[in-house]
């Protein structure tokens, strides 16, 4: 998963030690409020470690771009065709 996000951002993506980042966060709240860290930031300090960074790979960034690139012309198509009612929207924010 990593090696997708490196790619399709087209950074590198830290891979932290702790996989459960949501417990861990959660434990380092509780530790700034029970006074052993004075804030979150001196508390990821000194609790967050990385085991690995994923380097993109070049070519396949610029596949995802170029992927990209034809989703937003697809996406622009579609959006066309419904505000010309040939088609419904499959979705709607509240209110719309």
Known sequence: MAQI???VLGIPVKVPRVKESTALGAAMLAGVGAGLYSDIQSAARQVVGFETTIQPN?????????????????YAAQLGLVENGLLKPLWRAAGT
Do not use: F, K
Not at 58 to 74: D, F, M
């Open 5 to 7: 996000i490196a790619d």
């Open 58 to 74: 070049p070519s396949t960034h610029c596949l995802y771009l170029e992927l990209y690139e034809s989703w937003l012309r697809v």
